[in-house]
């Protein structure tokens, strides 16, 4: 394959060109034609510029670009709808995170599946000319084997179901709950104040956590987060005064803000290569933590995230931002060199 500005090789599995830097086509699981839509923004991009994009013209453009791709065109007009492509154009100064926004919007507020959200990204970063590297990539050989029905488009996160407060209500008086299989989200504030609550076992399709959804549950002391949860959003475990040890998912986009304020007995958090920002407040008051290990990805992380953690010691990459963070706000940390 060559690359589509210079015309350069392109080496296997590479996601931009090493000649000019220019993002690779790439075709995603369940959107066998990704790389002719990425072609057909470009095209775009050449007669009408970038200055549309995110605009109601923008969306009469891609009606007439794209009439022979129903689905996705519908996916690519709702996310433009809903303000993500403006958001990847005011980003461009930091695309990284402008990416990590994005993304984490398409998942927990628009409830796309992954690889439904990897064909918009990959689509949009194309058209602006920012790098994407897909989790979801498929070879040119693997394309005409890929579904490519309406099924591949949502995925099961519009299928499932959410689980309301009305359906955790039954539970209120358990101190062990495991939620069954076939729900993806956990709404805002299901488990708020569910003071009994102990452990908590998650389904192997969770993909979403609300805003507080176990706040205040103070008896707390376990809960087994599926790899496959990508969002979990602000305060969701803040005041779980004994929660301790918390494993985070792989695929953990953002430690959001005030994610485990309060929660006084925890003691150690590993947290996955996934993340690239850690929220405002985010462990504050933790006060027996005493071991954060920052991976070498993260991107930015709020001055207030480990405020009133007087125990903790931080171990983060050599030349990394986190070790740069460590010595700006004075937290002891050791370097690791590999």
Request: with cysteine; charged share 25%.
């Amino acid at each position: 394959m060559r690359c589509e500005r210079c015309r350069s090789e392109i080496r296997a599995g590479s996601y931009v060109c090493d000649e000019c830097g220019a993002p690779v086509l790439q075709n995603i699981k369940g959107f066998p034609n990704t790389s002719v839509i990425q072609r057909r923004l470009r095209s775009m991009r050449e007669l009408y510029g970038t200055g549309t994009a995110g605009s109601r013209r923008f969306v009469s453009l891609l009606m007439d670009h794209l009439p022979d791709f129903d689905k996705e065109r519908r996916l690519l007009v709702r996310a433009v709808k809903a303000g993500v492509l403006t958001m990847l154009v005011k980003g461009r100064g930091e695309p990284e995170i402008a990416v990590l926004k994005a993304k984490r919007y398409l998942l927990g507020e628009i409830y796309l599946a992954e690889n439904a959200c990897d064909f918009i990204l990959a689509c949009f970063t194309y058209l602006l000319d920012l790098p994407y590297k897909s989790a979801y990539r498929v070879g040119e050989q693997e394309t005409g084997q890929v579904k490519n029905d309406d099924d591949g488009v949502t995925g099961a996160a519009e299928e499932a179901s959410a689980l309301t407060a009305a359906d955790a209500v039954r539970s209120k008086l358990s101190r062990n709950i495991i939620v069954p299989e076939g729900y993806v989200k956990i709404n805002d504030s299901v488990y708020h104040g569910y003071v009994r609550l102990k452990t908590v076992k998650l389904p192997s399709g969770m993909m979403v956590i609300g805003r507080y959804a176990f706040a205040e549950c103070v008896h707390l002391v376990s809960i087994e987060l599926p790899d496959s949860v990508c969002v979990i959003k602000q305060g969701a475990f803040s005041g779980c005064e004994r929660l301790k040890t918390v494993k985070l998912p792989r695929m953990l986009c953002e430690i959001d803000d005030e994610l485990f304020g309060g929660c006084v007995s925890l003691s150690e958090v590993d947290i996955p290569s996934s993340v690239c920002m850690i929220g405002a407040g985010a462990f504050s008051g933790c006060q027996r933590l005493e071991r954060v290990n920052l991976p070498k990805e993260i991107r930015y992380i709020d001055p207030t995230a480990f405020s009133y953690c007087g125990m903790l010691s931080v171990s983060c990459a050599a030349g990394s931002y986190a070790q740069r963070f460590c010595e700006e706000h004075d937290i002891r940390h050791d370097i690791i060199r590999r």
